[in-house]
């Protein structure tokens, strides 16, 4: 059973950077596809970005392509979302999401283990 913990949320002001991370532990983080999702209030949780186990291939949602960056380090059992020119939008609850495979994976409902979330706010 993984288990994934996420830190670095907080408050920014807009065109200001966060990083967020994810740990996991309890299973092979290798083996598995990492994620990253956002929840809005009143909205469906969202797909952000994913990064196959290698790190070899990564995709993003059209949203946030150019302004933030997904890695991972194995040897951590971490992955990491790096958040640049940051915007009201971009508030919400982020969560870290895991399958295992090695494939890019955008739905959340494919994801099998979830961290708890950690919030982001953005003011304008």
């Known amino acids: 059973q993984v288990q994934l913990v996420e830190s670095g949320g907080g408050l920014v002001q807009a065109g200001g950077s966060l990083r967020l991370s994810c740990a996991a532990s309890?299973?092979?983080?290798?083996?598995?596809?990492m994620g990253w999702f956002r929840q809005a209030p009143g909205l469906e949780r969202e797909f952000v970005a994913t990064?196959?186990?290698?790190?070899?291939?990564?995709h993003y949602a059209d949203s946030v392509k150019g302004r933030f960056t997904i890695s991972r380090d194995n040897a951590k059992n971490t992955v990491a979302l790096q958040m640049n020119s940051l915007n009201p939008d971009d508030t919400a609850v982020y969560y870290c999401a895991g399958v295992e495979g090695n494939a890019i994976v955008t739905t959340p409902g494919a994801y099998v283990y979830w961290g708890q979330g950690t919030r982001v706010t953005v003011s304008s």
């Open positions: 309890g299973g092979s983080f290798y083996w598995y596809t």
């Open positions: 990064i196959t186990r290698s790190s070899d291939i990564t």
